[in-house]
């Protein structure tokens, strides 16, 4: 197992593609495929892109319930060669409800907030993870945080990854994300701005703002920053410098789904393989855009992402 | 075929100074029968069951009577659960642990699951570490799977 993946608040994915969809009214789904039930969560959902990719890893997290017991269940079906390594609490793990429309290039999302999560299963989490920690090369910590998790828990689980020497990459938003930058910056981060474009106290508006905050947490320590910006460019920046990746091609806003994830799951690949973390970001934009070729969550070869290589344009800021 | 081919990739198990209690709401929520016991190193140095639970909350004596259905009820299983329930799985666990690795024939496996009447055996690397576990069902579908493939 190369890499560890943590996603302490789950879901169960049920994808709808409803051609012309529109509040108060019936839809009919034409055939089964046209709805689709996946195991999700960001950090899941890299560890399934890192799968097809050929690189073993070990997901953690906390599952409730049936609809926990489900996306454990489909998981080891739909990737039998990942790891698991799960807590369970009470309650019922989410349900992520997206409904996609590729008549009007629309999707809409529907997240529920997940189980409450005991301290006493914090714990024993904790206690696990640390136990993982030294078969790992890497940890991924992506996504939202259950109710019951305080702001300082995950610090203390970069805390503990960075103190055994492990390169940590960090995908989120909220009060929790912004306590972990100021305080233990992880070495690769990309903040997750589909629902509020507010990071460390900055409100992103302009395109400097995004030049500015990719320069305040490279400052705080990160190797690496992605700050997505309007859908089809992301600036990012390396102790090299800051510059806006942009895709050459039209984007179908109905592909986006599973984007930020695979970005990240490019990134694990180059930092696996000690490339620079200017390259890194090269690989991430690169995973995806081969992501937004396909319309659902999908599986990524190495030859998938590579190929995109030469899909946007680099621009250098600064 | 070898157990790598029906492997189930799962490393949740309990540690040594972990209580019963705990041992038993990680089974129910996870819907195992057993967890293996694993050091700080992930190294399986024991296995416990419910059997090793439900042994242990059994009046001794049950084991030298034909049949204890005539017997009254008087709570005694709740109350002697109550009494280990805060106690340590190190006291109940069964040591040494039988483990397979993944390059081991499903044959092995086989015997040992019915042999030392376990329902799933962990499976372990070259270092002991916990690596997944094989159950009687995963050994069925495989070599049914099998069967279609021959």
């Known amino acids: ?318 | 075929m070898k157990v790598r081919d029906v492997i189930i990739r799962d490393i949740s198990a309990v540690f040594e100074d972990e209580t019963v209690e705990n041992f038993v709401v990680m089974c129910a929520k996870q819907l195992r029968s057993g967890l293996p016991v694993v050091d700080e190193d992930m190294v399986v140095i024991g296995f416990i069951s419910e059997s090793d639970i439900i042994n242990a909350t059994v009046p001794s004596y049950f084991s030298l009577l034909q049949s204890t259905s005539f017997l009254p009820d008087t709570h005694q299983l709740v109350s002697r659960f109550a009494r280990i329930k805060d106690k340590k799985v190190s006291e109940f666990m069964s040591t040494p642990p039988i483990t397979v690795r993944e390059d081991d024939s499903l044959m092995h496996a086989a015997d040992l699951l019915i042999r030392r009447r376990m329902k799933s055996i962990p499976v372990v690397d070259s270092y002991g570490r916990l690596v997944g576990f094989v159950t009687r069902m995963q050994i069925l579908r495989g070599a049914m799977e099998k069967r279609w493939e021959v």
């Not at chain 1, 989490?125 to 920690?133: A, E, S, V, W």
Request: proline share 4%; aromatic share 6%; glycine share 6%.
């Open chain 1, 1 to 318: 197992m190369r890499v560890l993946t943590v996603t302490l608040n789950p879901a169960l994915d049920r994808e709808l593609i409803l051609p012309n969809f529109a509040i108060n009214k019936l839809h009919r789904l034409r055939n089964p495929s046209d709805s689709v039930m996946t195991p999700g969560g960001k950090g899941i959902n890299v560890s399934m892109i890192l799968d097809s990719m050929g690189i073993s890893n070990v997901a953690m997290g906390i599952l409730a319930g049936y609809v926990g017991r489900i996306v454990e269940e489909e998981l080891r079906r739909l990737h039998p060669d990942i790891t698991l390594n799960f807590v369970y609490t009470d309650g019922e793990t989410r349900e992520n409800i997206t409904v996609i429309d590729p008549m009007n290039d629309t999707i809409t999302e529907i997240n529920s907030p997940g189980p409450l999560v005991s301290e006493r299963e914090l714990e024993i989490f904790y206690k696990r993870y640390l136990m993982t920690l030294p078969r790992v090369e890497l940890v991924v910590i992506s996504g939202s945080a259950p109710p019951g998790v305080d702001e300082g828990y995950c610090l203390k689980l970069v805390k503990a990854a960075k103190s055994k020497g492990k390169v940590v990459f960090m995908e989120s938003i909220g009060p929790f994300f912004d306590r972990v930058l100021q305080k233990d910056c992880p070495q690769v981060v990309r903040a997750d701005l589909r629902k509020e474009k507010r990071v460390l106290g900055h409100e992103l508006k302009e395109f400097q703002d995004y030049v500015e905050l990719a320069k305040e947490i490279r400052r705080l320590g990160a190797k690496a920053v992605v700050l997505s910006y309007k859908i089809v460019s992301d600036v990012v920046a390396t102790e090299e410098g800051v510059w806006k990746f942009t895709i050459k091609d039209h984007v179908e806003v109905s592909h986006l789904l599973g984007t930020g994830d695979a970005f990240v799951a490019g990134m694990v690949y180059a930092v696996l393989k000690s490339l620079s973390y200017y390259e890194v970001l090269k690989y991430g934009m690169a995973a995806a855009i081969a992501e937004i070729r396909h319309l659902r969550k999908s599986e990524l070869s190495i030859e998938d992402i590579e190929r995109e290589l030469q899909s946007f344009d680099i621009e250098r800021i600064e």
